[in-house]
């Protein structure tokens, strides 16, 4: 069995990695919103890229306002 101080060590390890998951996951949101953006200044609707993408309309509106 495992001391604890390796427990803790494994815990803050994994503690780090969902960090730094959640700040790409920002990046990559911005991102996505940022090509949407520019889908609809071009005139490409919410429908339209909800269709492409798979999703609702409703949840194109989340994406933009996220």
């Known amino acids: 069995m495992e001391n604890h101080d390796e427990v803790f060590e494994r815990i803050r390890q994994l503690r780090a990695a969902a960090l730094e998951h959640a700040r790409r996951a920002r990046v990559l949101s911005s991102q996505r919103r940022d090509l949407m953006q ?10 339209e ?18």
Do not use: C, H, N, P
């Open 38 to 47: 520019r889908l609809l200044a071009d005139g490409v609707s919410q429908a």
């Open 49 to 66: 890229i909800a269709r492409e993408l798979g999703v609702t309309r409703q949840a194109v509106q989340k994406m933009l306002a996220s």
